[in-house]
């Protein structure tokens, strides 16, 4: 089943801008989690936010989630050219040793 | 090794063919997860491997597809007779135990393509 939805499926800004992600998903989770993948490889983790939680920063990413919509959102400030990757959300609601992963966000930052 | 490393980074096999795909977790990792990727895609979740309880099986698309994990380590993932549908990048990850609770860390996958 597909757990996390991201939203916009692209998005294209210049350096400096901000750019916000978001992703929706659809049974209950104890944490949500995102990830980055360059030229469809590997994916790195960035940041993980517990259900009880609401905000977390790390660096230039600041993530919220909102159990109550479940919904997430990563924000990337200042976003430079090598932040240009996929970004998915990953949750771990259908198993609680497996993370579902959405078909991600495409970000292009133009220099 | 410092990361997740798979084997090889890329393969062109013939349809029909048996292909073999190598994932070398982290070590100490006693979970190791099979993903993969298709096209534009998301990743799909294929096994699930942890220490010696009997992996999770669910998402292996055919009975062409299998895997196993050696000694709690390596793991290698089998595709019999492949298809053309069979192409993508084929994703590993390892984590420190038992649920994603401290994020996986991926290989950087092997691309197979089938003609």
């Known amino acids: 089943s597909q757990q996390g939805e991201e939203d916009p499926q692209a998005l294209s800004i210049q350096e400096g801008e901000n750019a916000t992600m978001n992703c929706s998903y659809k049974?209950?989770?104890?944490?949500l989690q995102w990830y980055r993948q360059n030229s469809g490889r590997g994916l790195v983790h960035l940041i993980l936010?517990?259900?009880?939680?609401r905000e977390k920063h790390s660096g230039r990413l600041r993530v919220t989630l909102d159990t109550s919509k479940k919904s997430s959102s990563l924000l990337i400030t200042a976003s430079r050219a090598a932040d240009t990757a996929s970004y998915f959300c990953a949750t771990d609601g259908d198993s609680n040793y497996k993370l579902t992963f959405g078909k991600g966000t495409l970000l292009t930052v133009n220099p | 090794g410092a990361g997740v490393s798979q084997s090889p980074s890329n393969k062109v096999t013939e349809k029909g063919k048996d292909v073999e795909l190598r994932c070398d977790p982290i070590?100490?990792?006693?979970?190791l997860y099979w993903y993969r990727q298709s096209l534009g895609q998301g990743l799909e979740f294929l096994i699930y491997f942890q220490g010696n309880s009997a992996p999770d099986k669910s998402g292996l698309p055919s009975d062409r597809f299998s895997a196993e994990r050696t000694g709690g380590s390596v793991s290698t993932l089998t595709i019999q007779r492949t298809q053309q549908e069979d192409s993508a990048v084929y994703l590993c990850?390892?984590?420190?135990?038992?649920?994603?609770?401290?994020?996986?860390?991926f290989g950087s996958g092997t691309r197979l393509t089938v003609v």
């Open positions: 049974t209950s989770i104890n944490n």
């Open positions: 936010i517990r259900s009880n939680e």
């Open positions: 070590s100490g990792h006693t979970a």
């Open positions: 990850a390892s984590s420190l135990d038992r649920g994603p609770r401290n994020g996986y860390t």
